[in-house]
């Protein structure tokens, strides 16, 4: 296992992409969606439309929700969306791994393991904690113990007071605390039988290390 700049990573892509003759248009907010014989008309936020021959619907967290805006495709197709927060705490001053530590994984995540970030920072998490809202992104202070049981099952030299909070995210779950984890739902027209939409439900995390096979299926996808 290893770690990567991500933020490097999507620049080195965008350029790519920008060489290849597309366009990156941030800020552009998507209402609504019809899908017709000729093309997919996206109705944006501030009264543009556009006609596109291909869309990929790859809006992590709201893309269960933007899918129900899509005119012409079956709601049968779009999944229910479920938000697993997951806590990371930080570790003060100089670690003393030089590898990601990884314990057994947890049913709806990979459990409490360590990451060394490229400064040399060490971090903890994620936890798994089920939430109704996405913008719950505050780490609370009722964690950290559950972090150092968790933690000092590998690390008993974990001393008290080594943990502070640090950030928090959400995974973009298409399966609740009670259903078997499910795997990404990559989804083309042989499957919703619109022309040209693939809609990308449950990329987690291992989505960004899985980022280049994933644009190879969605490509099939669509072939």
């Known amino acids: 296992t290893g770690i990567i700049d991500s933020h490097g ?5 965008q350029g790519d992409f ?5 366009i990156v248009a941030l800020n552009s907010a998507v209402d609504r969606a019809v899908c017709r014989d000729q093309g997919i008309v996206l109705h944006m936020v501030d009264g ?5 021959k291909t869309v990929v619907n790859a809006a992590g ?8 805006k899509f005119e012409g495709l079956s ?6 969306a479920y938000f697993a927060k ?7 001053g100089k670690s003393p791994f030089s590898r990601l530590i990884y314990p057994v994984p947890e049913a709806a995540g990979l459990g409490v393991h360590l990451t060394l970030d490229l400064g040399g920072q060490a971090k903890f998490g994620p936890d798994v904690q089920w939430v109704d809202d996405p913008e719950d992104l505050v780490v609370s202070a009722e964690h950290e113990q559950a972090f150092y049981d968790e933690v000092r099952k590998y690390w008993p030299g974990l001393t008290e007071g080594a943990l502070q909070a640090g950030y928090a995210g959400i995974r973009p779950k298409i399966s609740g605390p009670q259903d078997v ?3 990404f739902c990559i989804q083309g027209p042989s499957v919703h039988g619109v022309r040209g939409l693939v809609n990308l439900f449950g990329i987690e995390s291992p989505g960004l290390t ?4 994933i644009g190879g299926a969605v490509v099939r996808a669509l072939e």
């Open 61 to 68: 967290l709201t893309a269960p929700w933007l899918a129900k």
């Open 48 to 52: 543009s439309e556009l006609l596109a």
């Open 210 to 213: 899985t980022s280049l096979a």
């Open 181 to 183: 984890a499910a795997d």
């Open 86 to 92: 997951g806590n990371y705490f930080t570790l003060s």
């Open 75 to 80: 709601a049968a197709h779009v999944p229910n």
């Open 9 to 13: 990573l999507m620049l080195s892509l």
């Open 18 to 22: 920008e060489n290849a003759g597309g």
